[in-house]
Each structure stands twice: as C-alpha cells, then as structure tokens.
C-alpha cells in the first residue's frame, strides 16, 4: 500500500537551466509512447537493492531522474558516481571487467569499441526502439541493441546580433547558400588597414569539425568508401570544401589563422561575428559568455538541395553491465526503459545537452522548439547523417591537414593524402563499420 500510495504521488522534477518540468505518474497508469513504464510494477520483489550510476560530470541532471525513479520504487538506491572524463574511460573498462562495475553507466559512442564487450543488450524489442526513436537501426548489432541515442547533435551558424545590425543586415539576410554566406561575412569583416579588427568568421581550431567532417555530404560524398571502413578524404567534395575554407581567409580576408587560437572563444569575447559550432555551444553561451547576443540559423548549402546538409553524434543512452548480478542488471533495464518512456525526461537532457530529440514524438515539443539552436534543425534533422561512432583519428588526422595546410605551407592535396594513409594505418585493426548506407535517403 505504502509503494502505491508513493508511486500515485511521485514527482520528477528536472530542473535545466532555470527550466522545471515535472512529470506526476498515477500508480496503475503507465507512460510513453510504444516503449511504455509501469509504475506501479514492482522492482526486485520490493526488497531493498543498490546499484551504481557512473557518468563524468553532469550530476544534477542525472540525480534528477534518479530521484524520479527512487520516488517511484523507494526500496531501490542508485549511487551515482562521478568521474571525472580524463579519468572516466580508463577506470570504468577496468571496472567494468571485474565483479564490482556499476551496473549503469554513462556511454558515448566514440568509445564503443572500449566498452560494447561489457555491455548487455537492452531488454526491449528491436521494433519499439525503432517506432519510438530516430536512427535505432545504426545501433543494432546481430539483431540486438545496447545502447541508442537520445538526442542529436550537429552544427549550426551562432551570429552576434549587434553586429549584424551595425553591418546594416537583417534576418532578410540570413544566407542560405555558401555563395550568400561568404558575402554576409565580408560585410560584418571590420579592418584597419591590413589588421583585422572583427572577423566577419572563424574556424580557427574546429575547421575539421564543423566543415571538414560533415559539408562532403552536401557535395553527395560519403566519409567512408563502399565498404564501410576505407576513408574517403581524398574525395573531389573534400577538396572543395578544404580550398573553400581557405578562400575564404586568403581571398575574402574575413579572418585569419592568427586572430584568436579557438573560433569558439573568439566569437565569445566579441571579435567575429560569426562561428560554426555544435548544440553544446548554446548552453556555453549562456553561461560562460552571456552578454552576447546572439541568434542562430541552419547551416547553409551549396545549392539548397543537398544531398544532406551535414553529420550529427547521438548522445547516447545508459549502458547496462553485463557483469553485474542479475538482480542489479534487471533494475538496470527497468531504470533504461523508465528514462526512455520519460517524455519530460527526455526534454530535460535533450535541453541541457542542446540535442535534438531522438524520441519522434518530441520533435514539435514547444519546449524544445523554445531553443533557437534546436528549433533551426526541426525542419530538415531527417537529413542529417550519423557516419558511426568513428574513430579519434578521423578527427585528429584531418585537423593536423588542416593546420599544415594553414600553418606550414601544404598543399591541399598533400595534406588529405597524408591525412587519409594516417587514418588506413591507424585503423587497421578497429571493427569501425560505416552506418551511412542506413540514411533514410541514401543513394
């Protein structure tokens, strides 16, 4: 009686940047959408039970759905463990491999060679994932699924407002093609003679992140050949966007490789008017540079109709321990299929992560659709391509290109070519599978 009459009146409340959401869950009436939570279910019999929650360093949004959950079933405890992300991928394999891992676990997909050996597959139907969730079909593995993403990450323009109106533009102006953009940063490029003073763009530092790594789709070329594994950077589409990135410092002059060391910091501290970056930076904004005004727009194209407009990561979901007692992995399962029945859940970390929604049925959430820097993807996230969860070379080669490129004098085609055999070698013994044959529109 006492669970039910707990389970009848439990609150989550998930408080995200000033933002309160609050689910109240009746007692014998479950929740969600095809992947439904009972709460009125009991958990390990109604005995008490323990277990571990590590993650790397976002307490108070994950202690939120904690407590929503410990509300629901009191007799279970999650600890959650924090470690810090220098520290977080070294312990938790080692952990992990003994008897006495967590048995949940925060997971992020560029480290899944390290971890999909000691992960259970999830408790839940192939077909549910799918019917609730975006992109399920890239994580399932001989037919099962351990982890999928929650929300998706991808970059877009951050502009400063006031100088944009300085410059004399408006939203008129808000370019949606390469050609206009390029334009549009000319005329917010402020100089005093050959010294720039405000760049109209930077890429200083994320030039392999935001362009590199994601505009090949707009030319109709995949990262990664036919067979899902050989690099593709040598490609005519990289090399356009490469000498693009180049023209527009060395022709247009709209900044430069010396004007701040990270476009990110730059476009914080009030020296250009215009970055590329990823979800996360909305939030950074916020809070480290927040006397910015700034507005965001979808990320241009060559010719408006591309054949995608750029890459996206997942954030990914909760890893189970496959070494962890049954009774810990059974409140494991129970827990990940709470989190992801949990509409307001979902809108929470989605929110904090400035991701968009994976579950479908949040797509038009007002609530997500209040974020500028999610609301600008709303209309075209089905043509955003997930390449895998690639390995830290891909990155790492094509920003050493890039900045032999910029820095000591390389050409173009030297520097791909270098950066491609790099990665082939580096790759050699990795299971990294290609997933962009499974983009709804793949040719």
């Known amino acids: 009686m006492k669970k039910k009459l707990l389970a009848a009146m439990a609150a989550a409340s998930l408080a995200v940047s000033g933002l309160a959401v609050t689910t109240v869950y009746a007692a014998d009436e479950p929740f969600g959408d095809t992947i439904k939570y009972d709460p009125s279910a009991e958990i390990n019999n109604g005995e008490d039970i323990t277990v571990e929650l590590w993650e790397w360093g976002s307490d108070d949004l994950f202690q939120s759905v904690i407590d929503g959950y410990t509300e629901i079933h009191p007799n279970v405890t999650i600890k959650l463990v ?29 480290y899944h060679e390290n971890l999909i050996n000691y992960m259970a597959p ?51 102006d808000i370019p ?30 994320d030039f392999h992140q935001n362009y590199l790594l994601g505009l090949n789709y707009q030319l109709g ?12 950077m040598t490609s005519d589409a990289m090399k356009q966007v490469m000498q693009m990135l180049v023209d527009m410092y060395e022709v247009d002059g709209v900044g430069s490789k010396d004007f701040g060391e990270k476009c990110a910091d730059t476009f914080g501290q009030g020296m250009a008017a215009m970055v590329i970056q990823w979800g996360h930076y909305y939030n950074t904004l916020n809070t480290t540079w927040s006397d910015i005004d700034f507005g965001v727009f979808e990320i241009p194209t ?3 109709d591309p054949y995608a407009y750029n890459r996206y990561n997942g954030e ?46 949040l797509a038009d959430d007002e609530r997500i659709l209040a974020n500028p820097s999610l609301s600008v993807l709303a209309e075209h996230i089905d043509h955003y391509i997930w390449p895998g969860p690639m390995p830290a070379t891909i990155e790492t080669s094509l920003k050493t290109a890039g900045q032999d490129i910029f820095f000591n004098g390389v050409d173009i085609d ?4 270098s950066a491609q055999e790099n990665m082939i070698r580096d790759m050699k013994n990795s299971s990294f599978q290609s997933v962009e044959n499974l983009y709804a529109y793949a040719k």
């Open 414 to 417: 030297t520097a791909l070519e």
């Open 82 to 110: 924090n470690n810090p992300w220098e520290d977080y991928w070294t312990k938790l394999p080692l952990s992990l491999d003994g008897e006495n891992g967590p048995a949940l676990f925060n997971v992020h997909n560029s």
């Open 316 to 361: 990914s979901t909760f890893g189970i321990n496959k070494n962890a007692p049954e009774d810990q992995q059974a409140v494991a399962q129970d827990f990940v299929k709470y989190f992801l029945a949990n509409d307001d859940a979902q809108v929470a970390f989605n929110l904090a992560m400035s991701t968009f929604p994976a579950k479908k049925s």
């Open 176 to 205: 949606k093609t390469w050609d206009e953009f390029r334009e549009v940063a000319k005329k917010l490029t402020i100089k005093d003679g050959d010294y720039l003073v405000q760049a109209g763009l930077s890429f200083n530092d």
């Open 302 to 304: 060559f010719d408006g």
């Open 122 to 172: 999830l408790d839940i139907p192939v077909e549910d994932l799918e019917a609730d969730f975006t992109g399920v079909e890239a994580h399932v593995i001989d037919g099962k699924v351990y982890y999928i993403d929650y929300g998706m990450m991808t970059g877009s323009v951050y502009y400063n407002k006031a100088m944009w109106e300085e410059a004399g533009l408006t939203e008129a």
């Open 221 to 232: 070329e995949n990262l990664f050949l036919e067979d899902g594994k050989t690099p593709n």
